[in-house]
C-alpha cells in the first residue's frame, strides 16, 4: 500500500498532470492526420523526453499513444481516411455510419470503447503481467506463423461480399508485401532495378492511397449528386453508448480480451488485434450481413480491442525487457536512458515508478473521454465543407501524411498509384481490406515461415509438435474447413427431397 502511494503522489503532481494533458492534446492532433501514426507520435516525443523524470517522461508517451490510437477513428469515420493502421480494419463501417447521419454515434463508440479497452488492458497489466508474460515468450516462429495465417483467414469475415473477391483483394495484398529486399534471403523482388521499389513498398502511402485517395477519385468522377449527408443533433456521442454496451457486453469483453492478449505477443500490436477482433465479431454475430454497411457491432469489439493490446504490449515490456511492438520499443530505449532497466528486478528496484506507470494508463484513459468529445465535436464541421473545397484539402493531407513517411516523393508517387487501384478495386466491388491484411501480415508469414522450415530441417510436422502451436494451427485449418464442411450439408439437404 506504501508503494501505491508513493507511485500516486509521483504521478499527481501539477508538472505531471501537465505533461499528460498536453501529451494528450499532441497525441490527438497526432493521430487524426492520416499518416503520422501512434508510433510517429512517441518518436516526436523522445527528444522532449531528455529533459524530463522517468515518470513524466513514461507518462508523455502513454497518454500520446493511446489519444492517437482513438484519434485515428475521427478522419476514418469524417472522410474515409483511417488515421492509424489500427482504424483501418473497420473504417467502411464508421464512414458509411457518418454517411446516414450516425457519425456522432460512430465516433462516440470508437472513443467509449476505446477508453474501456484501455481500461481493461490496463487492469491487465497491474493485475497479472507477470504470468500472461510468461506464456507470450513461449510463443516461437511456429506459434507466430499460425498465429499470422488466422490473421490472414479472417479477410474471409471482414469481407462483406463474395469470399472470392475478399482472397483476391488479400493475394493482392500480399502480392505487394514480397516487393523489394525485405525479405529472408535479402534478394531483390519486383523491383525491375528501381531503388525506391527495393525498399519495398511503404505501407502508410499505400493505405492513405487505397482507403482515401480511391474516395476523392470516386467523388470527383461521381455523375449523381452527391447525396447530402443528415446532420447530427451532436447528444448521440455518449447518448447511445450505454444502448451499445447493454446490446453487445460480449463483445466488449471479447474484444478487450483479445487485444489484450495478442498485445503481450512481441510484434502483433494493435493493428492485428483490431482486424482479427473484427473478424471474430462478424464470425459470431447474429447480423453477418450488415458488416461493412454501416453496423456498429465490429466498430464496437474492434475498438476494444485496439487500445487494449496498447496495454498488453507494455506486459513484455516491463516485466522481461522485450517490446511487445514498436512504441514499447522506443519506450525500452527511454527507460534505459534514464537509468532504468526493464526486467524483472524492476518490480524489486523500482516498484514505485511501475506503479506510477499502471496509474497513468488509467489516467490516459479516463482523461481520452473528454478530450475525445470536444475533438468530435470540433472535428464536425467537415461535413459542411462542400465537395468541390473538401476534396482538394483531402487531397493535401494525403501528400502530406505520404511524404512525411520517409521525406520522399517516392512516397507520394506510391499513394497515386495505389489510389487508382484502390478506385478500380472497388468499382469492380472488390474490397480494399484484407488488401491492407495482405500487406500487414505478409512479411511476418514469410519471416515466421522461413525460420521455422530452417529449425525444422524442413520437416512440415513441426508446425504441429508444439502444444500451442497444434492448437492454433488445429484452430486455423478447422476455420478453412468450416465453409466447405457447411456447403456440403446445403447440399446433401438441398438434395434429399428430389431421392
Not at 492509424?84 to 470503447?113: H, I, S
Not at 462478424?282 to 453496423?295: A, D, L, N, P
Not at 484513459?365 to 483531402?394: C, F, K, Q, Y
Request: glycine share 10%; hydrophobic share 55%.
Amino acid at each position: 500500500m506504501l508503494i501505491l502511494e508513493q507511485a500516486a503522489a509521483l504521478v499527481f503532481e501539477p508538472y505531471v498532470l501537465g505533461v499528460i494533458l498536453a501529451s494528450a492534446v499532441f497525441g490527438m492532433l497526432v493521430g487524426a492526420i492520416p499518416g503520422l501514426t501512434a508510433t510517429m507520435a512517441t518518436a516526436l516525443l523522445v527528444p522532449m523526453t531528455f529533459f524530463m523524470d522517468p515518470v513524466p517522461a513514461i507518462a508523455a508517451i502513454v497518454t500520446a499513444t493511446a489519444m492517437a490510437i482513438f484519434a485515428g477513428d475521427i478522419p476514418a469515420a469524417l472522410l474515409r481516411m483511417p488515421g492509424t493502421p489500427a482504424n483501418a480494419a473497420y473504417v467502411d463501417d464508421a464512414y458509411k455510419m457518418t454517411q446516414t447521419g450516425r457519425g456522432d454515434e460512430a465516433l462516440g463508440a470508437a472513443l467509449v470503447f476505446s477508453a474501456i479497452g484501455g481500461l481493461f488492458g490496463a487492469i491487465v497489466l497491474m493485475t497479472v503481467s507477470p504470468t500472461l508474460a510468461e506464456i507470450a515468450l513461449k510463443f516461437s516462429s511456429e506459434e507466430y506463423f499460425w498465429l499470422v495465417l488466422l490473421g490472414l483467414s479472417c479477410a474471409v469475415f471482414v469481407n462483406p461480399g463474395s469470399p472470392t473477391r475478399g482472397l483476391i483483394s488479400l493475394l493482392i495484398g500480399l502480392f505487394v508485401a514480397t516487393i523489394g529486399m525485405e525479405n529472408p534471403s535479402g534478394e531483390p523482388r519486383f523491383s525491375f532495378g528501381n531503388l525506391e521499389l527495393m525498399a519495398g513498398i511503404q505501407f502508410i502511402p499505400a493505405m492513405i492511397g487505397l482507403f482515401a485517395v480511391s474516395e476523392v477519385l470516386r467523388t470527383v468522377t461521381a455523375t449523381s449528386p452527391r447525396r447530402k449527408i443528415p446532420r447530427a443533433d451532436g447528444q448521440g456521442i455518449f447518448r447511445t453508448q450505454w444502448k451499445n454496451l447493454k446490446q453487445y457486453p460480449v463483445q466488449t469483453v471479447r474484444g478487450s480480451i483479445t487485444g489484450t492478449a495478442l498485445g503481450i505477443l512481441p510484434g502483433a500490436g494493435a493493428d492485428i488485434a483490431a482486424w482479427i477482433s473484427y473478424a471474430i465479431s462478424k464470425r459470431f454475430s447474429k447480423q453477418k450481413e450488415k458488416f461493412g454497411t454501416g453496423h456498429v457491432e465490429g466498430l464496437v469489439e474492434a475498438g476494444a480491442s485496439n487500445n487494449s493490446a496498447v496495454s498488453g504490449a507494455w506486459i513484455p515490456a516491463l516485466v522481461f525487457g522485450i517490446p511487445g511492438d514498436s512504441i514499447t520499443a522506443i519506450v525500452i530505449g527511454v527507460l534505459y536512458i534514464k537509468g532504468i532497466n526493464p526486467g524483472p528486478t524492476i518490480f524489486i528496484n523500482d516498484p514505485q515508478t511501475v506503479y506510477a506507470i499502471f496509474i497513468v494508463f488509467i489516467l490516459a484513459n479516463l482523461i481520452m473521454l473528454p478530450l475525445g468529445w470536444l475533438a468530435i465535436r470540433g472535428a464536425r464541421p467537415i461535413l459542411s465543407i462542400p465537395p468541390s473545397t473538401l476534396m482538394p484539402m483531402i487531397l493535401i493531407f494525403c501528400i502530406v501524411g505520404s511524404f512525411a513517411i520517409a521525406n520522399s516523393v517516392a512516397g507520394i508517387v506510391m499513394m497515386l498509384i495505389f489510389g487508382i487501384i484502390g478506385f478500380f478495386m472497388e468499382e469492380n466491388d472488390i474490397p480494399i481490406a484484407p488488401a491492407i491484411l495482405g500487406m500487414v501480415l505478409g512479411p511476418m508469414l514469410e519471416q515466421n515461415f522461413i525460420t521455422s522450415m530452417i529449425k525444422a530441417d524442413g520437416d512440415v510436422f513441426r508446425f504441429f509438435e508444439r502444444p500451442i502451436a497444434g492448437g492454433l494451427g488445429a484452430l486455423t485449418i478447422l476455420i478453412w474447413l468450416f465453409p466447405l464442411a457447411m456447403l456440403l450439408l446445403r447440399r446433401r439437404k438441398a438434395m434429399r427431397p428430389a431421392t
